[in-house]
């Protein structure tokens, strides 16, 4: 399985489980995280959602073979099912990040309450890179969190940074040791769980309230933006330097 699901103590650990591919992510597996996600919002026994993964990836983000396959055609496709149920979640989301990062391994995060990382972490947003924009409300959500000029160099540059700078820019808690990350990980989200249920969804109904409808808005507008450049001949260009394994050429587009 390449999302393993597991309901223990009022937490329900969403692992993913595909090392072999560095965690790229495909339909199917934002299928399977999208209805996790239901799933806890109807479960009382579920308290809080934690995502994690298995190997020494967190998630290279979208898998471009498959990505390519089946392109997001419409607001019902499996990525922005994900997008919604995580943008919306009202119970704690807390994730545990080691290694890459990517894309949506990234933008993921700043939809969770809680994350921490390794000194291995390594996040980039190389959405430009690849000929396209920013998606899961991240144009709206970085300069936000991390204030316009810092979002600007990660957002247009698209080049990698490490752990301490996304704890600077507010994306990252904290840093865990390796071996350490998991259980630390799990153990905050215990901590959630013996708190009031009702009092931690309102405290963060409250903290995300002003801003809850812009960023369904935002995930739509960019999503709208995402698929006209995905047909684009700079994303095709970039896709296919990137599968003939060469650096792309932009210089023939304006």
């Known amino acids: 399985m390449d999302i393993i699901i597991e309901r223990a103590d009022g937490v329900l650990s969403i692992t993913l489980n595909r090392p072999a591919r560095k965690n ?36 290279a983000g979208n898998d471009l073979e498959d990505f390519m396959k089946a392109p997001p055609a419409t607001g019902d496709a499996p990525v922005f099912q994900f997008l919604r149920a995580i943008s919306t979640a009202k119970k704690p989301v807390v994730a545990a990040v080691a290694g890459v990062a990517v894309g ?4 993921m995060l700043l939809h969770c309450d ?28 970085l300069p936000q969190i991390a204030g ?10 698209g080049e990698p940074f490490d752990v301490t700078e996304a704890v600077n820019m507010g994306i990252v808690n904290r840093v865990i040791a390796a071996e350490e990350l998991d259980a630390f990980a799990r153990a905050q989200a215990k901590k959630l769980v013996a708190l009031p249920a009702a009092s931690l969804k309102v405290t963060k109904a409250l903290m995300k309230g002003a801003d809850a409808g812009e960023v ?3 995930i739509s507008e960019e999503a709208e933006h995402f698929g006209r450049m995905l047909k684009g001949g700079e994303a095709q260009e970039a896709f296919k330097a ?13």
Not at 104 to 107: F, K, N, R, S, V
Request: hydrophobic share 45%; charged share 20%; glycine share 4%.
């Open 242 to 254: 990137f599968f003939e394994k060469r650096k792309p050429d932009f210089s023939q587009f304006n």
């Open 148 to 157: 316009y000029q810092r979002a600007a160099e990660k957002l247009l540059l």
């Open 24 to 59: 790229a992510l495909t339909a199917a597996m934002y299928q399977d995280m999208a209805d996790a996600f239901v799933h806890a919002e109807n479960d009382p026994a579920v308290r809080v959602v934690l995502i994690r993964a298995n190997g020494d990836s967190f998630s």
């Open 114 to 141: 809680l994350v921490y990382a390794t000194t291995t972490a390594r996040f980039a947003l190389p959405f430009v890179q690849l000929g396209l924009c920013p998606e899961a409300a991240s144009s709206l959500l």
């Open 104 to 107: 949506i391994g990234t933008t």
């Open 216 to 218: 369904g808005t935002r």
